[in-house]
């Protein structure tokens, strides 16, 4: 039986990437997109599990984007009810941010291309299987979970940019967060993310170009390593 998710889309140009959506679509996983700046929140019980994409918004920021608290809700729900959770950037920040671990400013804007390590906790979790230990990652914050972490969990991938690049829920490998958004790393979703945030872009002193050359020179490999991920994240729900 094929999976159903939500998915989480807080930005017009962030959407779901040609990496998620190629993946879900070859295993005939349906996500269904849900912009959450003006759509509310349906019944969750008929899905199998919840996505959640990145965006501007910080996880302390519900007076000026007041859906935030109906996000954390939602995740808080399908914790409890022990569905599958698969969270990018902002997604990662708000999943920290809901089991108890701290998010602020990242000690560097990381915005770019760099290169993750998969940490022993990684190397034993289901998700990074058969990946080599040293990956490329697609960065886009400035934000970040923050050390110490909850005791119940673990960093699986981190980086020379930031120390919490991806986490998850001990015993729980269906909760996942990524600081880094490897579904959009393709040339056509990059394109669109520094048109759509070129004002950010200026004055963290980035020059796009180069952004968009980098993504050219890595989008094959990422989409390797991002099919391989996402089939392993499925398995856990089988």
Sequence with gaps: MSKRFLVFQHMP????????????????????????WHQAIPDLH???????LGGSPNVNQEDRY?????????????IEQDK???????????????????????FCCSIGFIQGQITKNGRSH?????????????????????PPLPKDVEILVTSADCQIEAISVKNRPHLVGLQ????????????????????????ANINPLQVIREAREMEYLIGVHFELFFENFLNLLL
Excluded: T
Aim: hydrophobic share 45%.
């Design 126 to 146: 289901p998700l990074f299987q058969e990946m080599p230990q040293s990956i490329p990652l697609f960065k886009w914050h400035a934000q970040a979970v923050l």
């Design 84 to 106: 599958a959770y698969l969270g990018f950037c902002l997604g990662h920040q708000l999943l920290g941010d809901v089991l108890g671990a701290r998010v602020g400013p990242n």
């Design 13 to 36: 140009w962030e959407k779901p990437g040609q990496h998620l959506m190629r993946c879900a679509k070859a295993r005939r996983v349906r996500l269904e997109i849900l912009e959450v």
């Design 66 to 78: 007041p859906f935030l608290r109906a996000e954390k809700e939602a995740i808080r729900w399908i």
């Design 46 to 52: 008929a899905y199998d599990g919840l996505i959640v």
């Design 180 to 203: 880094f958004d490897n579904y959009a790393a393709s040339v056509a979703d990059v394109r669109e993310w520094v048109e759509g945030d070129c004002e950010w872009l200026a004055r």
